[in-house]
């Protein structure tokens, strides 16, 4: 038996909503996998309930990791290195100064008290090896570290969603939602939650494909970094078995990693707006939008809402216009008496007590 930690807090939900499956165009479960935890939350504590089991075994006193400047998985990694007791060294990639400000995954990381490292793009090519010598680094200071790749992406990692579809297997069982469906969705960024779903849906007969929406890179690099993670996934757990039938869709990445084009934040939109579901702009907005897109619709899929949420509040700036309509608050101060009578029961309301 492979140990883990005990952190999230599971089963999440699966929830289904009429209003999601009519703008998606098929029966849709969404496993509320942005629901793992509070300020933590996401896919990424489910590989870390691995990833920091094996840190706590080796006596780490410091995990080092990687990602963007806005990194889901960084954050959560920081956080709960620090509930257990470790520090965090992050090495965050970042184009400009502009992109360091302390807001969304960066603020959380930073409250974290964990030591933030900025590198840029050319350097974060690097991210591999760079990542072993700050290990080295720290262990000629006499520190135990404890390297988690980017996005905890490696064959332990993985094996949290091979868990997670067990639980969803379980949620069936119970009748929450039927026993096999067409298909899996999710959003994939380094691959470890599509190894994982793959590997889990396999051995559990829940679906014979999975369809991974890539949020940057393209179909070739993940479809060799997937394989490499199920390879490793397997070595760990010879029980797993082959990974089922999964389709990589590069298409509908937007203009670039962390940015939507105007139809893709339309879309994130009116999601939300009609459903009252809130997708990222970084992984799972993408990702579900690209679905909806599919010439060919399967009748039935499970989407693994990863999280994000931090994401979206750091670029509350591009959403701002959209919501509130240029009005400057000094031009036009509010109507009370509108918004008073708004709440007094009057006239036929009242009367009748609608
Ligand atoms: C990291 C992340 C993903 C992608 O998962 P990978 O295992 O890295 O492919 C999807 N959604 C969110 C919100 C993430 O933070």
Redesign the pocket.
């Known amino acids: 038996m492979i140990k883990r930690l005990n952190l999230v807090h599971g089963p999440t939900p699966v929830v289904t909503s009429r209003a999601l499956n009519r703008l998606v165009g098929c029966e849709l479960y969404l496993k509320r996998d942005?629901q793992t935890g509070g300020a933590e939350a996401?896919?990424?504590i489910r590989?870390l309930e691995y990833l920091l089991s094996e840190a706590v075994a080796l006596g780490s006193n410091v995990v080092i990791t990687c990602?963007g400047v806005q990194?889901?998985?960084a954050r959560?990694t920081a956080l709960v290195a620090r509930q257990l007791g470790m520090r965090a060294v992050l090495v965050l990639r970042s184009e400009s100064k502009n992109d360091q400000v302390l807001t969304g995954n960066l603020l959380l990381s930073h409250l974290s008290g964990a030591e933030i490292r900025f590198i840029s793009r050319a350097e974060y090519a690097n991210r591999t090896t760079l990542l072993q010598t700050i290990a080295e680094e720290l262990r000629a200071n006499g520190e135990t570290p404890y390297v988690i790749p980017?996005?905890?992406?490696n064959g332990l990692?993985?094996l949290g969603?091979v868990d997670c579809i067990e639980e969803v297997v379980k949620q069936a069982e119970l009748g929450l939602l039927p026993r096999t469906v067409d298909t899996v969705v999710?959003?994939?960024?380094?691959?470890?939650?599509?190894?994982?779903v793959a590997l889990g849906i396999a051995r559990f007969g829940f679906a014979k494909r999975a369809d991974?929406f890539a949020?940057c890179d393209d179909k070739g690099y993940?479809e060799t970094q997937i394989a490499k993670i199920v390879g490793e996934a397997t070595l760990r757990r010879p029980d797993l078995g082959s990974p089922a039938t999964l389709t990589i869709h590069d298409a509908f990445k937007g203009p670039k990693y962390g940015e939507m084009d105007a139809l893709q934040l339309a879309f994130l939109r009116e999601v939300a707006a009609t459903t009252g579901f809130v997708f990222?702009p970084?992984?799972?907005g993408k990702?579900l939008y690209g679905f909806a897109q599919l010439e060919e619709k399967p009748n039935t899929a499970l989407f693994i809402?990863?999280?994000?949420l931090p994401?979206l509040l750091a670029q509350a700036a591009i959403f701002a216009p959209a919501v509130e309509p240029n009005v400057d608050p000094a031009d036009e101060p509010p109507d009370l008496t509108q918004a008073a009578s708004a709440f007094a029961p009057t006239g036929d309301a009242a009367l009748t007590g609608v």
């Open positions: 942005d996401g896919n990424k590989k990602g990194s889901n998985h959560a980017e996005g905890g992406s990692g993985a969603y999710m959003a994939c960024g380094s691959g470890g939650t599509a190894a994982g991974a949020v993940f990222d970084v992984y799972t990702a809402h990863t999280g994000g994401g």
